[in-house]
């Protein structure tokens, strides 16, 4: 096997990583330029994440492998064939999933000048980007690399600095959600160790695609062979990965955290923690080590991975959805939203075929999209406004036009109105169940549209129809800032941007889906072989 | 065919210019909104020669990955395309009318047209994801015209209004999925039924007509999916001709149409006792509606009532199967339509003029709007199905048709409903013109009290759709036309209808 | 069950207990961390023990996978190294384990500072 990497596969958190030094080194001596020079640094990643992307597309195997450093033989294998050394292995959804989380985070840089400057203070901006492009950096780090410890890490980086971002602004409630948030992130993280130790002390390696051969030859050994005994090892590796993915994902019982978490952290953050963190820290590592390395799909283990997700996934969308409707608060209805939607993907993934695999990459991608422009939409209303109350929302959209269009469109699509990218993910979820034998689960999905629809259209509903008369004059708070802050217009250019943009996304996957699942049905394919 | 495309998307972008041009010129505004329903009607009737020989070639405009938005047009479609768009000329200048120094006008001319564009898209749609798009559409635009006086009670009944369609559109998209995994992906509406479909198991099959049936069901007011009807009355008039008359229960009808025709297929359909099946509801809503008819007190909650009654008989006649009652159910779509806005827009101008709202109030009303009150009456006896009225051509086909394929029960639903029909429809006109004044009017009494009688552009409407009413009835042949090839496309038989 | 026989791993499951019942139950903040801190050292623990090689892997009491060690040695059950790797894993988690700890610590010292108080039954400020 020849080293067949691109440099990009390095440069990419290893970027991210000096680029979080040299921000506050940048304020305090460029502060002039600072507002291009972020956005150029993270710009410039975007388009090499975007040039991996289409390596990594064009690659015939799938899949791009690096090896960092060098080794003193010059060997990269024992002669039992175990790769040496750590690798970075990029797949193609692995980099769809890079891809997105650098776009984001180049919206995100925009976005935050302004809004962190009203959240915090101003001084202390350069500090907050040390800590957004830490949580970039390990992110991104999680999707691109091949071997079981070093994800540990990056994992950790990006969630140590999510820790640190949703404490930011330094007020009570931030400071108690992040301290809850890390206790129950620190239990995952800490299974999750356990789980990789697991899973090396039974195959001897920390090479995922080492590993996975290693595994598919203990599962399928006869009782009678002396890899039999190590079975027992992988089951437990597979609970213990299952139980803190689903800790970092919000899975049904431990989805608490997210919604004390999320709604506090500054807006771009919530973005960025909904829309990116769950993902790349979560559900991407799952689907990653249950296809990947232990190879579910390949019927090893029988079925029984399978009612447990669906019950779990179940309650997840059903129960998420419930609560975001009991909400009075915007930004936690969104959080509890997510936890909804983090249902939906894990349907896809529990049905164990190709097409519900697909349906949930979809998913991702649409989630991502959807759930950063309605917590970028949220906190330009607030920061123009104040508003943080579902009911302070009256009349906001002849406020503030631009953001509550874009709002409605992100908040139609997780409704799932066709044509929009929401209505095609479920489509596909729905199609994927039904093939699958599970007509309830169609049942399911329709019936959390409907909820997502309760709650989603009462915030839009009483944006652009409510009466004239009951908008004003209810939320005093509400009404001193915005007399302040009425002049001008509606919101700063840093900030629409963003939001127009992942608007113009959420139509844009709904329309041109073919390209989209021209790249998610080969994604799958490499997954499943 | 492009032509006929650009009447789905010209009324978004025509839309999109009122909300931009707001308040500031209300002269522009009602151009467009005029000539808006006149291009789409000429698009009809310019292509029906083509349409009719089956000439236009079917349009994909998008690919979505899963499915295609896709065109085409059918004598079914050209049929509903004619219907509506004529109808929308009418809605056009009676809300101008009628909407004159109302609130939030941008807003509601807005949600109209894209109505119309909605209606357009699912008349023309060629497959079930595009019908549904626009279906949806359609649902959602008429939202802020149903809540548009702003009331306490205007945002409960949107609030039903939405319940509904979120359900409704809910069981279909079901429906759609489990069509769109029975045929493996290919959900192009063809004359005969899908290819597919009757490979699918008798349970799957049962549930999709279960699907299908409350998915179009809440549209076309099957009991108990009717109680948005009564419920949208809150809206202003023009809004209720347009859900009752004009376009959204038709669409609802017309979905119920191409599900038996173009889903199922009259074989299939047949084979399972659909027919049958559908029946039983759609008589007992005849049968119940208008008893629910004769206990209400407002002329419009009447009118709604009539439409829930006058529906089911269109869905019945379709689901017969059989050509004369296919045919009856499809010109009684338009004669109802026609009758129904005449209704409407008298009951609309008694409202608008007098603040009258209920029955007992028209007493002596005759003497100080005879126009209006003799276009009542038209409609009401038409609807009742007194010749020469139009309503009773259609009603005569359907129970015609139900005897030739021996089942007089079917007819004898149709006139006892008849009967009852007469009950309900006649006290208004009875009142009008027998009933003593009593000379208490409400708040919105006109200032010159003795003459109510409406400005032109609300009466001119009112009394060129009462003359329809009565023209169709005595030698419209049109629809006839359109239907007559609608059937011989969908049932594949030729029909001798004179 | 051969995890069972082994005493280092037992006892590291049980210090993941322990640790995780201060983490849940005690209301304290400080006491929180710390059991934190005594689940990730059951974590360490375990990886230690499983470079162990005293015992061999041809034997019952194994410690880690045939595939890591030198095929020759294991066959005649002579591996005489300790797998290094643990080792190094372990050095990296302790890095990120104290960095976890101090950015916990830093928060708490925040949370003393605006409530008075460690007790976090006392400063539930956010609604369930």
């Not at chain 1, 923690?273 to 990947?292: H, Q």
């Not at chain 2, 065919?1 to 522009?28: C, H, Q, W």
Request: proline residues 4%; aromatic residues 12%; glycine residues 8%.
């Amino acid at each position: 096997m020849q080293s067949s990497g691109s440099h990009l596969q390095v440069l990419i958190p290893v970027s991210y990583i000096l680029s979080a030094f040299i921000s506050p080194l940048l304020y305090k001596w460029a502060r002039k330029c600072y507002n291009v020079l972020i956005p150029l640094i993270t710009g410039a990643i975007f388009i090499a994440s975007g040039v991996l992307f289409y390596k990594v597309l064009s690659s015939p195997v799938g899949f791009l492998e690096y090896f960092p450093g060098f080794s003193w033989s010059g060997e990269r294998f024992l002669a039992t064939g175990q790769p040496i050394g750590i690798v970075l292995r990029t797949d193609i959804f692995g980099a769809l999933l890079v891809l997105l989380i650098t776009g984001v985070g180049f919206l995100v840089s925009i976005y935050s000048f302004r809004y962190i400057a009203h959240e915090a203070s101003e001084e202390r901006i350069g500090y907050y980007y040390t800590l957004l492009f830490l949580m970039l950096a390990g992110m991104s780090g999680v999707p691109l690399t091949g071997d079981c410890f070093n994800f540990y890490v990056f994992l950790e980086v990006a969630s140590i600095s999510s820790y640190a971002l949703v404490a930011f602004p330094g007020k009570e409630q931030s400071l108690e959600a992040a301290f809850k948030y890390m206790l129950v992130g620190a239990i995952g993280s800490i299974l999750i160790v356990f789980a990789i130790g697991l899973l090396f002390s039974a195959t001897g390696t920390l090479n995922m695609a080492y590993a996975s051969q290693q595994v598919a030859k203990i599962v399928t050994s006869s009782p009678d062979s002396p890899l039999y005994n190590y079975r027992h090892l992988i089951f437990a590796s597979v609970g213990l990965f299952v139980i803190g993915f689903s800790i970092k994902s919000a899975f049904f019982p431990a989805h608490a955290w997210l919604a004390d978490a999320h709604p506090v952290a500054p807006s771009s953050i919530s973005a960025m923690l909904s829309g990116l963190m769950i993902k790349a820290t979560g559900v991407f590592l799952l689907i990653r080590f249950l296809f990947t390395v232990f190879g579910f799909h390949k019927g090893y283990y029988g079925q029984m991975l399978t009612p447990v997700f669906l019950v779990v996934a179940v309650a997840t969308v059903i129960g998420g959805s419930l609560f975001a409707i009991a909400q009075t608060n915007l930004k936690r209805m969104l959080a509890y939203s997510t936890i909804a939607q983090m249902g939906y993907i894990l349907i896809g993934i529990s049905l164990l075929t190709k097409a519900g695999l697909e349906g949930s990459i979809l998913h991702i991608v649409n989630h991502t999209i959807t759930k950063s422009l309605l917590f970028l939409s949220a906190g330009a209303i607030i920061y123009k406004t104040g508003v943080k109350d579902i009911k302070g929302m009256a009349r906001m959209g002849y406020r503030m036009p631009l953001t509550m269009s874009c709002f409605a469109i992100g908040a139609f699509s997780m409704v799932g109105l066709p044509p929009l990218s929401g209505f095609m993910s479920k489509w596909a979820l729905a199609e994927a169940s039904l093939e699958a034998n599970f007509p309830l689960l169609v049942v399911v999905l329709l019936a959390s549209s409907l909820l997502n629809a309760v709650y989603y259209f009462r915030v839009v509903g009483l944006a652009f129809f409510s009466p004239a008369q009951q908008g004003t004059g209810t939320n005093n708070s509400a009404q001193a800032h915005n007399s302040a802050s009425e002049s001008g217009s509606e919101l700063p250019l840093t900030m629409a941007i963003p939001i127009i943009v992942l608007a113009a996304g959420v139509i844009l996957v709904g329309l041109q889906l073919n390209p989209i699942m021209k790249v998610i049905k080969p994604a799958v394919a490499v997954l499943f072989r | 065919m492009l032509y006929l495309i650009s009447t789905v998307f010209i009324p978004f972008v025509i839309a999109l210019t009122v909300i931009l041009i707001g308040e500031r010129n209300d002269k522009l505004r009602n151009v467009l909104i005029m000539i808006m329903p006149f291009y789409n009607l000429i698009g009809f009737l310019a292509n029906s020669a083509a349409i009719l020989a089956g000439k236009l070639p079917v349009v994909t405009i998008a690919d979505l990955g899963f499915f295609t938005i896709t065109f085409r047009a059918d004598p079914l479609a050209l049929l509903m395309g004619t219907l509506v768009t004529f109808l929308w000329v009418f809605t056009s200048s009676y809300s101008i009318g009628y909407m004159q120094g109302e609130h939030a006008l941008p807003r509601y001319f807005a949600s109209l047209t894209v109505c119309l564009g909605a209606t357009m898209g699912i008349i023309l749609a060629a497959n079930l994801f595009t019908l549904f798009l626009f279906y949806e559409m359609l649902g959602f635009a008429v939202y802020p015209l149903v809540i548009h006086i702003e009331t306490e009670e205007a945002f409960k009944s949107g609030v039903v209004y939405l319940l509904f369609l979120l359900v409704g559109g809910s069981f279909l998209l079901f429906g759609i999925i489990l069509t769109y995994v029975l045929t493996k992906g290919n959900i192009t509406f063809v004359p005969g039924g899908m290819a597919g479909l009757a490979d699918g198991s008798q349970l799957a099959l049962y549930s999709l007509f279960f699907m299908f049936l409350i998915g179009f069901g809440v549209k076309s007011a099957i009991m108990p999916l009717h109680v948005w009807l009564p419920r949208a009355m809150i809206a202003p008039t023009p809004i209720s001709a347009l859900l009752h008359a004009v376009a959204v229960v038709n669409m609802g009808l017309y979905g119920m149409i191409r599900m038996i025709y173009n889903v199922f297929g009259p074989a299939l359909f047949g084979k399972l006792h659909l027919d049958i099946i559908l029946a039983v509801p759609a008589c007992i809503t005849i049968i119940f509606a208008a008893i629910a008819a004769l206990r209400v007190d407002k002329i419009k909650r009447l009118l709604a009532y009539s439409t829930i009654n006058q529906l089911s008989y269109v869905i019945l006649g379709a689901a017969s199967l059989h050509a004369m009652a296919f045919m009856g159910a499809l010109v009684h779509i338009v004669y109802h339509s026609v009758m129904k806005i005449t209704l409407f827009y008298s009951a609309g101008t008694i409202i608008k003029q007098t603040g009258k709202v209920k029955i007992k109030e028209m007493s002596g009303l005759a003497k100080k709007m005879p126009v209006t009150c003799a276009a009542f009456t038209v409609g009401a006896l038409g609807i009742a199905g007194l010749p020469p009225i139009a309503g009773w051509i259609s009603k005569w086909y359907m129970v015609e048709g139900f005897l030739k394929i021996g089942n007089p029960w079917l007819a004898s639903v149709y006139i006892i409903s008849s009967i009852i029909e007469i009950g309900f429809l006649t006290p208004p006109i009875l009142y009008a013109y027998f009933g003593k004044d009593e000379g208490k009017h409400s708040a919105k009494a006109h200032p010159a009290d003795s003459k109510y009688e409406a400005p032109l552009d609300m009466l001119i409407p009112l009394a060129v759709v009462a003359i329809l009413s009565i023209t169709f009835g005595l030698f419209g042949s049109l629809p006839f036309v359109y239907g007559t090839a609608a059937v011989e496309n969908l049932l594949a038989t030729t029909v001798t209808v004179w | 069950m051969m995890v069972l026989t082994r005493i280092d791993f037992i006892v590291s499951v049980c210090l993941f207990g322990i640790g995780l019942y201060a983490m849940v139950m005690e209301p304290n903040l400080i006491k929180k961390l710390i059991g934190l801190n005594i689940m990730e050292t059951s974590v360490y623990l375990f990886f230690i023990a499983m470079g162990d090689v005293r015992l061999g892997p041809s034997t019952e009491q194994w410690a880690i996978a045939p595939f890591a060690q030198n095929i020759d040695a294991a066959a005649s059950g002579k591996v005489a190294m300790v797998n290094p790797i643990p080792s190094a894993l372990i050095l990296t988690a302790i890095v990120v384990s104290v960095s976890v700890t101090a950015v916990a610590l830093s928060i708490a010292i925040k949370l003393y500072q605006h409530y008075g108080t460690l007790d976090l039954r006392k400063m539930a400020t956010l609604k369930g």
